[in-house]
């Protein structure tokens, strides 16, 4: 059973320009095509389309999900590979933690640091001004 693009989007919540986008990039095989030139795909398109959906939910990048899916390939292979992609990535994840909460920090203060006055006078205004009183560094 082949349906359009427009199905293709209906059924993983994947938006069409982004399904083009996927294509480009090699995540998804070049569909067949009709006579008129109209993309066509069928369910492993389903399938595969809504893995790159999930894993893009979860933040893999681009080339991390083109490794996975070269991974789904061969199932019978060892998973340490895909152990190892796994875990690269909660290290990325968990240095964006790190980092946002390290903005909510200084947020939090620059906000408290407020006078509530008037904007000429505003801290929050003065620390992105100079972005040494960001970095800690004040005198």
Same mark, same amino acid.
């Given at each position: &059973?082949?349906?359009?693009i427009?199905?293709?989007?209906?059924?993983?919540?994947?938006?069409?320009?982004?399904?083009?986008?996927?294509?480009q990039?090699?995540?998804?095989?070049?569909?067949p095509?009709?006579?008129?030139?109209?993309?066509?795909? #069928?369910?492993?398109?389903?399938?595969?389309?809504?893995?790159?959906?999930?894993?893009r +939910?979860? #933040?893999? @990048?681009? @080339?991390?999900?083109?490794?996975?899916?070269?991974?789904?390939a061969?199932? !019978?292979?060892?998973?340490?590979?895909?152990?190892?992609?796994?875990?690269?990535?909660?290290?990325?994840?968990?240095h964006?933690?790190?980092?946002? &909460?390290?903005?909510?920090? +200084?947020l939090?203060? &620059?906000?408290? +640091?407020?006078?509530?006055?008037?904007? #000429? +006078?505003?801290?929050?205004?003065?620390?992105?001004? !100079?972005?040494?009183?960001?970095?800690? !560094?004040?005198?």
């Amino acid at each position: &059973m082949e349906f359009p693009i427009g199905e293709l989007s209906r059924r993983t919540g994947v938006l069409i320009p982004t399904v083009r986008y996927y294509e480009q990039a090699g995540l998804l095989p070049p569909p067949p095509r009709t006579e008129g030139g109209r993309r066509r795909y #069928g369910p492993a398109d389903v399938e595969r389309l809504t893995f790159i959906r999930h894993a893009r +939910e979860l #933040g893999f @990048e681009i @080339e991390a999900i083109r490794e996975l899916l070269a991974l789904t390939a061969q199932p !019978d292979r060892s998973c340490a590979e895909v152990d190892i992609i796994a875990r690269r990535h909660l290290v990325e994840v968990e240095h964006r933690i790190t980092r946002l &909460m390290a903005l909510r920090s +200084e947020l939090s203060r &620059m906000i408290g +640091e407020c006078g509530h006055g008037r904007v #000429g +006078e505003c801290r929050v205004i003065e620390v992105l001004s !100079d972005h040494r009183l960001c970095a800690g !560094d004040r005198h």
